[in-house]
């Protein structure tokens, strides 16, 4: 017991012994200040991002619309209804055949979108479905503003937009061709609740839980640096 105590007793002789910028950048604490700063920028992002999409809500810019197969353009699709030799996997309405590996369902219109919701029933995999956006005075859509999905239940994708002013979105829904699609809705802004916006999405989870220790580690490398200099 006595080894024990004096061993502690030299412990705590060390610790106050110690530089007092040794502690400040020892590696536990400099991990500890950068998780602490990560979490208060991602808190002041979210409340950044509330009030703007707050400022677009009472502006009417921002609102949850609900649009269906006349309110969409279709290409490299062929509507089963229009062909009369094309027998339809059941008597619903409104199902589509891709007709190569690229089809797009295009939405024109301007509007501040935080989030897209694209429920549709599909008989074979689609292999990818993805998201791109133009904003004011783009006419291409680019590679850089692709948005990939996550599922919601069994017929419908969710694109997190993140909150952006955009004039038209194109959404690619399988990238197979040859697949059987009845579109059922597509939505703008769909309700969800209100804690949504304080998780991160898979991206900003992975820059908030490895940001900090590569951001401490190039911290302590550069201490190291100018104490030994």
């Not at 921002?62 to 229009?82: H, I, K, N, V």
């Amino acid at each position: 017991m006595s080894r024990f105590g004096s061993w502690k007793d030299r412990m705590r002789r060390k610790a106050r012994t110690r530089p007092g910028w040794e502690r400040v950048f020892a590696p536990r604490a400099l991990l500890g200040y950068f998780y602490a700063l990560a979490a208060a920028l991602w808190v002041l992002w979210v409340l950044l991002n509330s009030a703007v999409a707050l400022d677009h809500k009472m502006n009417g810019t921002m609102r949850t619309q609900t649009l269906g197969p006349g309110d969409l353009t279709f290409e490299s699709f062929m509507s089963y209804a229009e062909d009369e030799w094309a027998t339809p996997p059941d008597d619903r309405e409104g199902w589509y055949l891709s007709t190569d590996n690229d089809p797009h369902i295009f939405w024109q219109g301007e509007a501040f979108v935080v989030s897209v919701r694209l429920e549709v029933e599909q008989l074979l995999p689609p292999g990818s479905v993805a998201l791109y956006y133009l904003t004011p005075g783009q006419t291409d859509y680019r590679e850089s503003q692709k948005v990939y999905a996550w599922r919601d239940g069994d017929n419908a994708y969710v694109f997190d937009l993140g909150g952006i002013t955009v004039t038209g979105l194109r959404i690619d829904p399988d990238s197979v061709g040859g697949v059987p699609t009845r579109l059922i809705g597509l939505e703008l802004n769909p309700s969800r609740p209100w804690f949504c916006s304080l998780l991160p999405g898979g991206g900003q989870w992975l820059l908030l839980l490895f940001g900090p220790p590569l951001a401490a580690a190039l911290a302590a490398l550069v201490w190291q640096a100018v104490k030994n200099d």
